[in-house]
């Protein structure tokens, strides 16, 4: 099992362009989120899924839209990419709802200038 | 509204000593309550978990509902200790996630 992964690793974007961070786990698991993680920040919940086809906000989900058409899949949208959202992205899956474990991606680093 | 606070941004002890992270959380109800730890240059992972009651690597957390805090804590801190930790509440009700601003944990030689 390759878990979850996310492409790219690193990303620069200038103001105002729009990109899509893939995340896809290989685990049949029907939880799956986003974050974001800045100094002195911890990390905040973006959007989140609870399976194919439902998708819910989070803590800080402006600026981001997903979608989730596959079990597997979860990719996050930036529409109109602005230096506040420089940051590292992770994404996590879980197995089920209520104290599950969150498996967790390696991240993504974007810079947006 | 629901918060988890870390009040401490970094925690350096002895190796052998005692360690104790905080975490303190706001929430009406009964949340379900867990620690992930990060070691440098690996994934972000999970440490405990409260519905568990476990022990990993020497570390144990318990709830305080009346403090509303989870503290974590081992009795003899190791070099390989030295990440950074996080304590996260799940609201039972939606499925999201709180995560606290993290306490980094330098274990010194």
């Known amino acids: 099992n390759a878990g979850v992964t996310q492409t790219p690793k690193f990303q620069v974007l200038k103001t105002g362009q729009s990109m899509t961070l893939q995340c896809a786990q290989d685990?049949?698991?029907?939880?799956m989120s986003w974050y974001r993680q800045d100094p002195g920040m911890g990390l905040r919940l973006i959007h989140y899924s609870v399976g194919a086809g439902i998708t819910d906000q989070g803590e800080v989900p402006n600026g981001y839209n997903v979608s989730r058409s596959t079990t597997e899949d979860f990719p996050l949208r930036l529409l109109s990419a602005a230096p506040s959202q420089t940051s590292v992205y992770f994404c996590?899956?879980?197995?089920?709802?209520?104290?599950?474990?969150?498996?967790f991606g390696p991240g993504t680093r974007l810079t947006v200038t | 509204a629901q918060r988890v606070t870390q009040p401490e941004k970094l925690l350096s002890v002895f190796k052998g000593a005692p360690v104790e992270l905080k975490c303190n959380y706001s929430y009406s109800g009964s949340p379900e309550l867990f620690w992930y730890v990060q070691y440098s240059r690996q994934r972000l992972q999970l440490l405990l978990r409260?519905?568990s009651r476990e022990s990993i690597k020497g570390f144990t957390a318990d709830l305080n509902k009346g403090e509303t805090s989870f503290h974590l804590k081992k009795p003899f801190a190791q070099e390989e200790d030295s990440a950074m930790y996080y304590c996260?509440?799940?609201?039972?009700?939606?499925?999201?996630?709180?995560f606290g601003t993290g306490t980094r944990l330098k274990v010194l030689a």
């Open positions: 409260h519905i």
């Open positions: 996260a509440l799940e609201d039972p009700g939606t499925y999201k996630y709180i």
């Open positions: 685990m049949n698991h029907e939880y």
């Open positions: 996590a899956s879980s197995a089920g709802l209520g104290a599950y474990e969150q498996y």
